[in-house]
């Protein structure tokens, strides 16, 4: 049973370009979450999908940021018109069901946004 | 709001001494906590769990931690390191009601074993 994949593992931009980061959650998993760990910080919620849905968007920023997770498919976090404060890695988390019950997340090993 | 607290950002310990990172966190009801370790480059895998029951939790890797109501802490300990738990180790909370759905992180604690 393979873990949550992400790719690409490193991703470098110019400024202004458009970042699509993929996740694939774990067999059998509907639940997806995107975290963002800028350097020297812990892990910061951006948002939660499940299949077609998003959920809770509240860790977004307001621009250039999006999360889709389709019916088919894997889950993309894109950024669009990246800056150099996007610099970070970005983290895809899946579970069985939500985190309101009691259940565990599974990292993927993450993407590592250069912005350039 | 949900928070956590981990009030040591860099430990450094002698290999085959004790550990113990601290942990404290503010939820509004019984919360779930986790406990992930971090190695460079690498994502996050999980040490060890707490939904409810048995407040001391017994993890993967010889790790443990207790969950301390009166404290709102969740202490992880190991009795004796190895080199190879060198690595940041991040606290979480999470839980069904306020934030639910997602979980907090603490700043981790980055541990550094000495040989």
């Known amino acids: 049973n393979a873990g949550v994949m992400q790719n690409p593992r490193h991703l470098v931009r110019r400024r202004g370009q458009e970042a699509r980061l993929r996740c694939s959650p774990m067999k059998g998993h509907s639940h997806v979450y995107w975290y963002r760990q800028l350097p020297e910080e812990g892990l910061k919620f951006m948002v939660y999908l499940q299949k077609e849905n998003i959920i809770d968007e509240s860790g977004m920023p307001k621009e250039r940021f999006s999360a889709e997770f389709p019916k088919e498919g894997p889950s993309i976090l894109r950024i669009q018109q990246v800056v150099r404060g996007d610099s970070a890695a970005y983290f895809c988390?899946?579970?069985?069901?939500?985190?309101?019950?009691?259940?565990?997340?599974?990292f993927g090993q993450g993407t590592r946004l250069t912005v350039v | 709001a949900q928070s956590v607290t981990q009030p040591d950002i860099h430990i450094t310990v002698s290999e085959g001494a004790s550990l113990e990172l601290r942990c404290n966190y503010s939820?509004?009801?019984?919360?779930?906590l986790f406990w992930y370790v971090q190695s460079p480059g690498q994502g996050l895998q999980l040490l060890l769990k707490y939904f409810s029951g048995d407040t001391l939790v017994q993890g993967i890797k010889g790790f443990e931690a207790e969950f301390k109501r009166s404290q709102s802490s969740f202490n992880l300990r190991k009795p004796s390191v190895h080199w190879s738990d060198a690595a940041e180790y991040f606290c979480a909370v999470g839980g069904p009601t306020g934030g639910g759905n997602k979980l907090t992180f603490g700043t981790g604690t980055q541990l550094k074993v000495e040989l």
């Open positions: 939820y509004g009801a019984t919360p779930y």
């Open positions: 988390a899946s579970s069985r069901v939500g985190l309101g019950g009691n259940t565990e997340a599974f």
